[in-house]
T-cell receptor, first 112, second 116 residues
Framework: AQSVTQLGSHVSVSEGALVLLRCNYS??????LFWYVQYPNQGLQLLLK??????LVKGINGFEAEFKKSETSFHLTKPSAHMSDAAEYFC??????????FGAGTQVVVTP | EPEVTQTPSHQVTQMGQEVILRCVPI?????FYWYRQILGQKVEFLVS????????KSEIFDDQFSVERPDGSNFTLKIRSTKLEDSAMYFC??????????????FGDGTRLSIL
C-alpha cells in the first residue's frame, strides 16, 4: 500500500524567502510521486511529477522537488516565494496503476 | 490548454435523493477518475474507469455509487440515495494512456455537494 505524509499543515513564508514543503512516502513498489497545487475555489493543478528518470524534478512556477530514496522523501522547494504562491499544496503517490493517494495538504501563506 | 470541466459547481440536495455529477474529461484521455474531499480532510480516491469499465474502486465506493460514460465525452458519478456524510467536494480527473499510473492526472475544479 502507498501513502504520503506531509509535515506541517500550515507554512508561513516571507515574500522572497525559500519555500520548503516536506513530503515523505511509503511504498512497497517504486513510486510515482506528484505535487499538486490548489488555489481557492479551483481544482488541483499539477506542479511536477517524479517517474524514476531524474531525481531532481523541475516543475512549473519555479518549483522543484528532489526524490531521495534513502530518506523516502520528495520535498518541494522554491528559492524565492511570490505572493501568488499562496495556496494549498498536496503531495501524492501512485503505485503505477493510476490511483493517487494524497497527503493531507500544506497551506502556504506568503507575507509581504 | 485543454481542461477537465465539471458541472454543476455547487449542488444542494435533500438527503435520500439521487444526484448526478457530470464531468467532461480532456478529449484524448482514456483514464477517468473520481475523488472526493470532505471539508478539512484529505483528497480521497473513489474510482477509476478505463475502457468502459471500473478499473479500481475504494471502500467508499459502495453500492450507492455508480459511474458511467454515456457518450464519447461525458463521465458521470451517480449517488443513488444521498446521505449527510456524502457532503464533500467531488473532483473528476483524467489522464492519457500510458504505462501504469505515471501519466499525470488532470483535475476539474470540482463540484461542491451539500446534502441537507
Amino acid at each position: 500500500a502507498q501513502s504520503v505524509t506531509q509535515l506541517g499543515s500550515h507554512v508561513s513564508v516571507s515574500e522572497g524567502a525559500l519555500v520548503l514543503l516536506r513530503c515523505n512516502y511509503s511504498s512497497s513498489v517504486p513510486p510515482y510521486l506528484f505535487w499538486y497545487v490548489q488555489y481557492p475555489n479551483q481544482g488541483l493543478q499539477l506542479l511536477l511529477k517524479y517517474t524514476s528518470a531524474a531525481t531532481l524534478v523541475k516543475g512549473i512556477n519555479g518549483f522543484e522537488a528532489e526524490f531521495k530514496k534513502s530518506e523516502t522523501s520528495f520535498h518541494l522547494t522554491k528559492p524565492s516565494a511570490h505572493m501568488s504562491d499562496a495556496a494549498e499544496y498536496f503531495c501524492a503517490v501512485s503505485d503505477g496503476w493510476g490511483k493517487l493517494q494524497f497527503g493531507a495538504g500544506t497551506q502556504v501563506v506568503v507575507t509581504p | 490548454e485543454p481542461e477537465v470541466t465539471q458541472t454543476p459547481s455547487h449542488q444542494v440536495t435533500q438527503m435520500g435523493q439521487e444526484v448526478i455529477l457530470r464531468c467532461v474529461p480532456i478529449s484524448n484521455h482514456l483514464y477517468f477518475y473520481w475523488y472526493r474531499q470532505i471539508l478539512g480532510q484529505k483528497v480521497e480516491f473513489l474510482v477509476s474507469f478505463y475502457n468502459n469499465e471500473i478499473s479500481e474502486k475504494s471502500e467508499i465506493f459502495d453500492d450507492q455509487f455508480s459511474v458511467e460514460r454515456p457518450d464519447g465525452s461525458n463521465f458521470t458519478l451517480k449517488i443513488r440515495s444521498t446521505k449527510l456524510e456524502d457532503s464533500a467536494m467531488y473532483f473528476c480527473a483524467s489522464s492519457e494512456a500510458g504505462v501504469g499510473g505515471n501519466q499525470p492526472q488532470h483535475f476539474g475544479d470540482g463540484t461542491r455537494l451539500s446534502i441537507l
